[in-house]
């Protein structure tokens, strides 16, 4: 087990230096470098010689990956010279709300897709269950932002029951604070992630129905309803942990769908602002931060798995 | 081969040749995914929506080049089947141009990124050791990656042309293909006639391009089916960040990035529908495609 940690530990960080070293890249592809993103298209060349030795753009690749990397070690994520506001403070700022909404729609999907995966799996090949698997098919193949859109005009054109934009305010409390607006973002969010579990479930409860343990339990008298959910139930919720830690980049994208729809103000909202604004080094510590988490949530999940599965060696 | 023919010929005329045909893997696995109403429904969406993007132009043609501000947001009519948008565009006739940006770019990413993810993912797994490790890291870092938040990034960069949005969609999208593949090489690599390349003096290459794609082949067309889907549903995405194609060009995303303005002000219901229902309509066409062809080359493994 400790031997599985630090060689999955150990590939988490060369990961990490691939893909930062990649994103610091693909920022110094910005046509003319991030100097021009910064000054805009009228820069003068001295302007640009100034400010390029004033950050270091000058300087060779891997100094200047390094300076960065080290930087950001110091929790320094950089500054945004749009917002004229540290990247750590807009973090700080933004990102309270926007777990608020992975949070709540993450809960409330899991709360409908666990429970119908496994009624679907129970009873498999009836009208219900293909009625079911129809919605899922929907969730996948409906953009995020189409749902939103469609619900905004339903429910807040049509019929004026909740607000048509998300809670603004700066603060997590305030936007607790008014539930209603928050009911139509949330419900979009649930309904994306819905089909992911419901599938997923089906297909792991599916999987478990036929192994020994089961026709075990059955063989001993067990009710129908204590083999599903004392037995299968269980075994089944174990490979939805390391999906929920596989899911984060999911979670992060339609984040930042849903915040853009409903003018959610959040870190998914501040991320596109910026990319419109050019605003790079926004970009990058946002891109940064949530491929780390990214990383971190693979590898909770890998370990996850291993600590609820006694099979599991490595 | 000339003898074959021959017998087989003298069987028939002897009254031995075997009265029907046997059946092949393919027709079995055709027959399975023929039993599939959903994804016979899907192809049967496919065609069509190529038809009316493709061809629908010439039926019912449109000026999509030219603004026309008299036509501002003007309701379906007789003239106007769809209504217009906030420029003037007939609707019915952009749904038709912006489908085929979709789905031109929805195909043709998902041909490169499953093309190259199995080729890397193929020789990944055939190599092994320590170039395997160095290139699944890779592949490991780009899984990593948020993808969305790296996408608006580079169409940011990048200015959005058809074919570089098509390379960009591919770039993320071939991860998750060459893993896929690398897994599915492990098993194959070990296979009797895999090695007997090995033994007989074939290249490397050999055995990947000749032996371990062509046996992968079923993953890879199921794959590349999701990738279409989820291709289209990527470039909808960018258009909807205003981030796709250039006016005038568009595509269904942009197209609902229109509609969204509009939404507030009233009933401008075909400025949101029909886009939206085209851009789920196909992709649930293409998933059910998939999911009959995964079921349709799984029973020819069983059988095999």
């Not at chain 1, 129809?134 to 996948?140: A, W």
């Not at chain 2, 293909?177 to 690398?182: F, G, P």
């Amino acid at each position: 087990m400790v031997g599985f940690l630090f060689r999955r530990i150990g590939q988490a960080i060369i990961v990490l230096f691939l893909v930062t070293v990649f994103t610091l890249a693909l920022v110094h592809l910005f046509p003319g470098g991030p100097v021009r993103a910064l000054l805009g298209e009228r820069a003068t060349p001295f302007e640009i010689n100034y400010f390029n030795n004033l950050y270091g753009f000058n300087e060779p690749f891997y100094v200047q990956y390094l300076k960065w990397v080290g930087q950001f070690f110091s929790g320094n994520f950089g500054f945004s010279y749009h917002l004229n506001q540290s990247v750590a403070s807009l973090i700080g700022q933004d990102l309270p709300k926007t777990m608020v909404l992975v949070l709540l729609g993450t809960v409330v999907s899991l709360i409908f897709g666990i429970p119908l995966g496994v009624y679907q799996a129970v009873h498999r090949n009836t009208v219900s269950d293909y009625i079911l698997t129809g919605v899922s098919f929907l969730g996948y193949a409906t953009p995020t932002f189409f749902l939103g859109i469609v619900l905004v005009s339903w429910f807040a054109v049509d019929v004026h029951i909740f607000p048509p934009f998300a809670p603004q305010s700066t603060s997590v409390i305030a936007i607790l604070g008014q539930p209603r607006a928050l009911v139509l973002p949330v419900v979009t969010y649930a309904f994306l992630l819905y089909a992911l579990w419901s599938r997923y479930m089906r297909s792991s409860v599916l999987d478990n129905l036929v192994q020994d343990y089961v026709r075990t339990a059955r063989a001993k008298g067990a009710s129908e309803r204590r083999v599903i959910w004392r037995h299968v139930f269980r075994n089944s919720l174990v490979s939805i942990v390391t999906l929920l830690g596989l899911s984060l980049p999911t979670l992060v994208a339609g984040a930042i769908l849903i915040e853009v729809v409903f003018n959610y103000p959040g870190m998914g909202l501040a991320f596109y602002q910026a990319a419109l604004n050019v605003d790079y080094e926004v970009l990058l510590g946002f891109t940064v931060l949530a491929t780390v988490a990214t990383i971190l949530g693979n590898l909770l999940a890998d370990v996850g798995y291993a600590m609820l599965d006694p099979r599991v060696r490595y | 081969m000339t003898d074959a023919t021959l017998l087989s010929g003298d069987a028939t005329e002897l009254g031995l040749a075997p009265t029907t045909k046997p059946r092949g893997l393919s027709r079995r696995a055709w027959e399975v995914f023929a039993q599939n109403k959903l994804a016979l429904a899907g192809i049967a969406f496919v065609i069509f929506i190529i038809l009316f993007c493709f061809v629908g132009p010439i039926i019912y043609s449109t000026n999509q080049t030219n603004t026309d501000l008299s036509l501002y947001l003007c309701r379906p009519s007789a003239s106007h089947l769809l209504g217009c948008d906030d420029l003037g565009y007939d609707e019915l006739g952009r749904l038709m141009v912006g489908g085929q940006t979709s789905l031109e770019v929805g195909l043709a990413a998902a041909a490169v990124s499953v093309l190259f993810g199995t080729l890397y993912g193929a020789i990944s797994g055939f190599a092994g050791g320590f170039v395997d490790a160095v290139m699944m890291r890779i592949v490991d870092a780009g899984l990593s990656l948020p993808s969305l938040m790296v996408l608006i990034i580079a169409s940011v960069i990048f200015h959005p042309t058809k074919t570089v949005i098509v390379f960009v969609i591919a770039f993320f999208y071939w991860f998750g293909v060459a893993r896929l593949v690398r897994g599915e090489t492990l098993t194959l690599r070990t296979r009797e006639y895999v090695q007997a390349v090995r033994v007989i003096g074939g290249r490397p290459m050999r055995s990947v391009v000749r032996h371990i794609v062509p046996n992968a082949i079923g993953t890879i067309i199921v794959q590349g089916t999701f990738a279409v889907a989820d291709s289209i549903l990527i470039l909808a995405v960018l258009g909807f960040l205003t981030l796709g194609v250039a006016p005038p060009a568009t595509d269904w995303g942009s197209m609902l990035s229109g509609g969204l303005t509009y939404i507030q002000g009233g009933n401008y219901w075909w400025l949101i529908y029909p886009p939206g229902v085209a851009i789920i309509l196909t992709c649930i066409s293409f998933n059910f495609i998939g999911d009959a062809l995964r079921d349709a080359f799984e029973t020819r493994l069983q059988r095999r």
